[in-house]
């Protein structure tokens, strides 16, 4: 998962939690049952863990560029100290 992926990955989770736990609130409130707004909440929170555990394919559409060895073996950044 890449960095931009990861950040899609907990708007997700934030807008799913909210949005199921809003609607859970007010169908417990008409119906008068917390119990309601239990499940429907536990329901959202199984969406976002089944959308945003696991790395699916769209969370790594920005990869990121690594160094080349290359750089490396040239003793660029190996902290040579003069003196």
Not at 19 to 28: H, K, L, M, P, V
Request: aromatic residues 16%; contains cysteine; charged residues 15%.
């Amino acid at each position: 998962m890449d960095f931009k992926g990861m950040a899609l990955s907990e708007t997700l989770f934030y807008y799913i939690i909210i949005i199921s736990g809003a609607i859970g609130w007010i169908i417990g409130f008409l119906h008068q049952n917390f119990l309601e707004t239990f499940y429907i909440w536990s329901v959202g929170l199984g969406i976002s863990v089944l959308l945003c555990v696991p790395d699916w394919p769209f969370f790594n559409r920005n990869p990121v560029k690594w160094l080349d060895k290359s750089v490396l073996e040239k003793g660029v950044g190996k902290g040579k100290v003069k003196g």
